[in-house]
């Protein structure tokens, strides 16, 4: 038998030729396959990318790996990064370098887990790494997730209380402020407002602290408020002296313990031993009504008190006259040992002229015994004047006329000050007497010049002819300007008549 020979063409068998090589070039000794050149000192790589621990724990252990080689000396960096849990609260934060030696494969990173006691859920943060020297890479896991595990169970929130903390305090007379800790303790989860309010104990309020209250209020989670009480310095030596600041009327279920704080002031002014001490006027001025009897103004004595001394002082007379609008001319104040104050009376006498407002002074002249007189030595007395500036009245209630008369003058009168021009309304009423048949009604305006005391009005009357009884009308005053009515606003007129009385005959006139 004959073998056949199969003859391929020069040009396929010179590509096929080139197809095995290239296939034979891409399969190392060995037969197996790679994907990348591996660098003889490894890749690091977490060995898991999710690690757990119970909040409890205390620590986890992260485990690193070098993978794919081992050649030489290696290091890689790593740190913790915040994701819902909080380094310092839920976790202690770290950041290193681990440093691998030749052929070394395996090293550990451990992080401090924190059991806080609050119910908040699980909680997470993250460890990475970076940096890696001497050729070596970052594997597959880069990073990994912590996880931890909350133990803690919910408890619902207690009603909060509140308390000063500390309950006593000392602060200088010259700090300016007293600074108070109000601490809240049990439950913060709420808004919360408590009332306060300081009170005197030795020490006097908006004397050595200004009066001080209101409301605190405290927002959720916040555990510490400061009340700044003012303090006043003076410049009087005296003992340390306290009041006390409360607590009360809390929001909701929020209860107060140890609710009241004591402040001692410390004095800072030197001691100086009993003086006479200086006497000045209280005030610069004062002003009284004219009906008010006396002007009581009130002498001072500062800076001691030891001793008795007698401070004398003397009136003088402005626009207000004495004997007329006041009176005294002067006298002298008896001061006995401790007495810190005394009252000047200064009679103030009323009339009834309207004059305006007058004035008069008073004035400390001198102090006996080593008593000084201070800076306020003069004080100057308002007297107001309680008297209208004018009054427009009739000059009698009534005012009588027959009606045969034909007119009545009737008289209005203007008493008080008569400086100024002034006016009144006037318009007449009936009564009995009526418009038309017994009088003609009247009205108008009388104006008073400056200097006028008096005016007249007329109204006109009618004579019927008919024999009537007594009747009347009113003619009334209104609207003043420049003035005020006075006590008889109005006038009643009376209207007589001299008409004959005829009588009918009671039987017939006889014929002739």
């Known amino acids: 038998m004959k073998e056949l020979k199969v003859l ?65 000396e290696a290091s890689v960096d790593y740190t913790t990064a915040d994701s819902s849990a909080y380094a310092e609260s839920d976790y202690g934060p770290g950041s290193g370098t681990l440093v691998f030696a030749d052929g070394e494969t395996v090293k550990t990173v451990d992080v401090a887990i924190y059991d806080d006691g609050e119910t908040e859920g699980d909680e997470s943060f993250s460890v990475l790494l970076s940096n890696p020297t001497a050729g070596a890479e970052l594997g597959t896991y880069s990073s990994a997730a912590v ?85 006043l310095d003076d410049s009087e030596h005296e003992e340390n002296e306290s009041f006390s600041v409360s607590l009360f009327g809390a929001s909701g279920e929020t209860s107060i313990e140890s609710g009241t704080a004591e402040v001692t002031i410390a004095d800072n002014d030197p001691y100086v031993p009993d003086q006479p001490g200086e006497f000045q006027l209280e005030s610069a001025a004062y002003t009284v009504d004219e009906g ?48 810190t104050e005394k009252w ?54 009534t005012k009588s006329a027959y009606e045969e008369d034909g007119t009545v003058t009737l008289t209005v009168t203007r008493t008080g000050s008569t400086n100024e021009a002034a006016s009144v309304q006037y318009a007449t009423k009936d009564h009995t007497a009526l418009d038309g048949r017994d009088y003609r009604a009247a009205s108008g305006t009388l104006e008073f010049a400056a200097g006028e005391a008096s005016k007249t ?49 009671p039987w017939p006139w006889p014929r002739y």
């Open 8 to 72: 391929q063409p020069q040009p396929l068998r010179r590509k096929l030729g080139v197809m095995l090589l290239a296939s034979a070039m891409l399969i190392p000794y060995g037969g197996s396959s790679v994907s990348h050149a591996e660098s003889p000192a490894g890749q690091f790589t977490f060995e898991s990318d999710y690690y757990t621990a119970g909040e409890d724990a205390g620590i986890v252990t992260l485990t690193v790996r070098r993978e794919g080689g081992a050649s030489g």
């Open 292 to 339: 008010s009897g006396t002007a009581p103004i009130r002498v001072l004595r500062h800076g001691g008190a030891d001793g008795e001394v007698a401070v004398d002082y003397r009136i003088e007379s402005g626009t207000a006259a004495e004997g007329a609008d006041f009176g005294g001319t002067g006298g002298q104040l008896y001061f006995g040992d401790g007495e």
């Open 457 to 505: 009005l007329t109204v006109s009357l009618l004579d019927d002819g008919i024999k009537e009884y007594y009747e009347y009308f009113a003619v009334e005053l209104s609207s003043p300007g420049g003035a005020e009515l006075g006590e008889r606003p109005r006038m009643i007129v009376s209207l007589y008549d001299r008409d004959p009385i005829y009588w009918p005959s």
């Open 147 to 231: 996880s931890i595990a909350d133990n803690d169970s919910w408890i619902p929130d207690p009603p909060s209380v509140l308390s000063f903390d500390p309950v006593s305090y000392t602060v200088g007379e010259s700090e300016g402020y007293a600074g108070l800790q109000v601490v809240r303790s049990g439950g913060a989860a709420d808004n919360i407002s408590v009332q306060y309010a300081a009170s005197g104990g030795s020490a006097g309020e908006d004397q050595d602290y200004s009066a001080f209250s209101g409301t605190l209020n405290f927002a959720p989670g916040e555990r510490l408020a400061v009340l700044q009480v003012p303090i």
């Open 344 to 397: 000047i009376e200064a009679p103030v006498y009323e009339d009834a002229v309207h004059e305006g407002n007058e004035q008069f002074a008073v004035l400390l002249t001198s102090a006996s015994n080593g008593g000084v007189l201070g800076s306020l030595v003069r004080s100057d007395v308002t007297i107001q004047d309680n008297d209208p500036s004018s009054r427009i009245e009739f000059s009698a209630y």
